[in-house]
């Protein structure tokens, strides 16, 4: 059974980092481009961040350029989000996803991704 598993979110106040995890199990992990999607109450999910498969090629929300990064480590079948200079507008809760229907690309679309996480609440005070 495949099954991501986010961890890492939590409190933080305005200008300081957190750093989120995505381990998946069940699946070729290097087969996958992976995602990275928020969401907070009464608004639709948005994407975050992606990266493809090869982990060469990357994608930004324009609201989180330059603040936050992707990566992913293969050999422990996992996905990073670094995220720096946080602020209150990325609070919400945090989900990775894996790409299958189009893992050379860094989607943004989440219609591209089969497999979600219960996803991490990140919460960032002013």
């Known amino acids: 059974q495949v099954q991501p598993v986010e961890s890492g979110g939590g409190l933080v106040q305005a200008g300081g980092s957190l750093r989120l995890s995505c381990a998946v199990s069940?699946?070729?992990?290097?087969?996958?481009?992976m995602g990275w999607f928020r969401q907070v109450p009464g608004k639709d999910r948005e994407f975050v961040a992606a990266m493809s498969r090869s982990g060469v090629l990357t994608r930004y929300a324009d609201s989180v350029k330059g603040r936050f990064t992707i990566s992913r480590d293969n050999a422990k079948n996992t996905v990073y989000l670094q995220m720096n200079s946080l602020k209150p507008e990325d609070t919400g809760v945090y989900y990775c996803a894996t790409n299958i229907m189009r893992p050379l690309v860094p989607s943004a679309s989440q219609f591209d991704y089969d497999y979600w996480g219960q996803g991490t609440q990140v919460t960032v005070s002013s």
């Open positions: 069940g699946l070729t992990f290097s087969n996958y481009g």
